[in-house]
C-alpha cells in the first residue's frame, strides 16, 4: 500500500469516530436529486434549472461556474445534464471533511426550517417543497412526516432530519 493510501485511510479512520458519518449516496437519492433540479421533466438538467436549485439552496454562484459545472458533467457537451451524466458525476466527487458536511446539513435543514425555530412543520416542508418546484399532496406530506419524525411530535427536528438523509 502506498504511503498516500495508508495516510488517506488513516485520515478517514480518524474522522469515522467523528458523531457526523456518511453512507455511500445511493442511486435512489441519486435519481431524487435530479429529478430536484430537472423542474421541466424533460430528463435534461439546463443551465437555469442547475442555477435555480443552487440559489434555492443558498448557494450563489455566477453563470460562468454554472456553465463550467454542466461542461464537466455533460458528456455531450450540450450543456444539458442527463440523469446517466448526473449520476456518472456525482458519483466522481470526493467527501466533504466532517465539518464541512456538518455545515452542508445545517445550511439543508435552514432551507426547510423557515421559521428557524430548530423544527421543520408540516408547512414548512410544504412550503420548501414548493420552492423546489415540487408539487406535493397532504398526504404525501403527511406520510413523509411520519417516516421522518421519530419522536412523535408533530414536526421534524434536526437529529431527525440528519437521520433520515445519512
Excluded: C
Excluded at 425555530?117 to 416542508?125: A, V, Y
Amino acid at each position: 500500500m502506498s504511503k498516500k493510501a495508508t495516510t488517506s485511510k488513516s485520515q478517514s479512520s480518524k474522522s469515522s469516530n467523528k458523531t457526523t458519518k456518511l453512507k455511500p449516496i445511493d442511486e435512489t437519492q441519486l435519481k431524487t436529486a435530479f429529478e430536484m433540479f430537472d423542474t421541466n421533466h424533460d430528463g435534461r438538467v439546463n443551465e437555469e434549472e442547475m442555477k435555480s436549485m443552487l440559489n434555492r439552496l443558498g448557494i450563489s454562484v455566477g453563470d460562468h461556474i454554472v456553465k463550467q459545472l454542466l461542461s464537466e458533467a455533460s458528456k455531450s457537451g450540450d450543456g444539458l445534464i442527463t440523469e446517466s451524466d448526473f449520476m456518472n458525476w456525482l458519483s466522481k466527487i470526493k467527501t466533504h471533511k466532517d465539518t464541512d458536511v456538518e455545515e452542508d446539513l445545517h445550511a439543508a435543514f435552514a432551507v426547510f426550517d423557515i421559521d428557524k425555530n430548530g423544527f421543520i412543520t408540516k408547512d414548512e416542508l410544504k412550503s420548501a417543497m414548493q420552492l423546489m418546484g415540487e408539487t406535493i399532496t397532504d398526504r404525501d406530506l403527511d406520510q413523509l412526516l411520519s417516516a421522518t419524525d421519530i419522536d412523535k411530535d408533530g414536526k421534524i427536528n434536526y437529529e431527525e432530519f440528519i437521520k433520515i438523509l445519512l
